[in-house]
């Protein structure tokens, strides 16, 4: 494949150009509301009983606990934190919620069992004590949520880099003055820029929130683990943004584009989960995305976190290649 | 004289104010049947928290409802107007009273956050900040992106 001079200029051109027309065009207006509510609202969800039980000790005792807080926060976020990173399975978390009941139920006699039994269960892994313990666990669950959940929005805002444009015949215009692999990567970039923008702002917004209204975890903390998470976030829409450029690049219908991608991003995930039912290596099957490792980017080892970053790289360099391969040798 | 092309996102923002439009009349609805029954619904079933809630609602007055049903109906119908202004690229049905839906609905939000006890949805939280979301994006595209569209 001959890269025909992808010229610096031309795409920061083009980048900028396309991030400012994505709101203008209606893709961008569309993802830009979808992210903000769909973020807020799993932060609303997530922080709305913790403030509720700040409001009721403050109602039974006067001032609020945050030790005790944050503790409440540790027991119930420890076995769906577990679950999420495939630290326990399902049925390990309901042994450790049965052993949890037992130790509270039982009488003098059976107590040290119970608490043993209970110890076997509840022992954080490093990972989950990482995130739970030494981080915000708030803003740690909060983010989860969004690493599994941005992947399924991202569509909305990429899904049509250059299939209208295919559709429409104006590349046609285009092309007289630049070359495709400037609009092709130009695009992808503006649509980075984009999502990267509209990460910040979801971020930044729960951040501030729970450091001026709660305040259950110091500010440094906070800003810190904020800027890890922010940094996962944007850096895991990369390769989203790059199967929409490539599945934008293959068919010229910005309809069929936008279907296609939703199908390929949630079919991986469900064809991985629905077929190691009946055969377990299917589950290999989401690694085709970064669907199998993409919660390493919140790995408390270095070696983990880079490694995804690494491989958020390399699934974009495919990716997008795959998709300047088709669109350099296409008919516009 | 070539027919001015409209954006697609103000077709969007114009489908998604039809929306939210319609969710609107619908809640107001709601509220008057609410308001209507609220002394008829049974209580006995309700936890600590549904009841406070409930009863906060129960002693909150005529002028207070009636403010809340005016706020809420005058939005939608804004919302309505400049959605059709929007499609329509026309200057004052679409870009002011866009304008005047965006100022009303963040000055009525920070209102109710003040005014109203948090059972009532008063008060600041993330919820506060979701419902101005949409006013904002709307009062800064009016006025930025497309801000030369709108000249009809």
């Known amino acids: 494949m001959n890269l025909k001079r992808p010229t610096i200029g031309h795409i920061r051109l083009i980048s900028l150009y396309w991030s400012r027309y994505a709101v203008r065009s209606g893709s961008g207006l569309v993802y830009l509301l979808i992210a903000l509510i769909f973020g807020l609202s799993v932060a609303h969800i997530l922080i709305m009983p913790v403030e509720q039980l700040m409001a009721r000790q403050e109602r039974e005792m006067g001032h609020t606990d945050p030790q005790a807080i944050r503790n409440t926060i540790i027991d119930i976020g420890q076995p769906v934190t577990q679950w999420i990173l495939g630290q326990k399975s399902m049925k390990e978390i309901i042994q450790q919620s049965a052993a949890r009941q037992r130790s509270v139920t039982s009488d003098s006699n059976d107590t040290a069992v119970g608490v043993e039994e209970q110890k076997k269960y509840a022992d954080f892994d490093p990972w989950t004590s990482f995130l739970l313990e030494k981080r915000p666990a708030l803003l740690s669950a909060i983010f989860l949520v969004l690493l599994f959940g941005m992947p399924f929005v991202i569509s909305f805002l990429a899904y049509n880099q250059v299939s209208g444009d295919i559709q429409s015949y104006g590349l046609r215009y285009l092309l007289l003055r630049t070359e495709r692999s400037n609009i092709y990567f130009g695009r992808f970039l503006g649509t980075v820029i984009f999502s990267t923008a509209v990460v910040a702002i979801i971020v930044v917004t729960i951040t501030f929130y729970l450091g001026m209204k709660t305040r259950i975890y110091p500010a440094l903390a906070l800003a810190g683990w904020a800027a890890h998470g922010f940094l996962a976030l944007a850096i895991l829409m990369v390769p989203y943004i790059a199967v929409c450029s490539l599945i934008s690049a293959l068919v010229d219908s910005p309809f069929l584009s936008l279907v296609l991608a939703k199908v390929t991003i949630a079919g991986v995930l469900l064809g991985a989960i629905a077929g190691s039912f009946a055969w377990k290596p299917a589950k290999y099957f989401m690694y085709v995305l970064p669907w199998g490792w993409q919660s390493n980017l919140l790995h408390p080892e270095p070696a983990h976190w880079l490694g995804a970053v690494l491989a958020c790289l390399v699934y974009t360099a495919l990716f997008l290649m795959l998709g300047y391969y088709r669109f350099q040798t296409r008919d516009l | ?152």
Do not use: C, H
Request: glycine residues 12%; proline residues 3%.
């Open chain 2, 1 to 152: 004289m070539s027919e001015q092309k409209r954006p697609g996102g103000l077709t969007a923002l114009a489908v998604i104010n039809f929306i939210f439009s319609g969710w609107g009349f619908i809640g107001l609805l709601g509220l008057a049947a609410f308001f209507a029954f609220i002394g008829k619904i049974p209580t006995d079933d309700m936890n600590e928290a549904q009841k406070t809630q409930f009863e906060a609602f129960q002693n909150m007055g005529l002028p207070v409802f009636i403010f809340i049903f005016a706020l809420s109906l005058i939005s939608s119908v804004l919302l309505l107007l400049s959605g059709i202004g929007y499609l329509k690229l026309k200057k004052f049905l679409g870009r002011m009273i866009g304008n005047t839906y965006a100022v009303i609905s963040i000055v009525s939000s920070v209102i109710s956050g003040i005014m109203f006890p948090s059972e009532m949805g008063g008060g600041f939280n993330i919820g506060t900040i979701i419902g101005l979301i949409y006013p904002i994006i709307t009062l800064i595209l009016l006025n930025t992106t497309f801000k030369e569209d709108l000249t009809n």
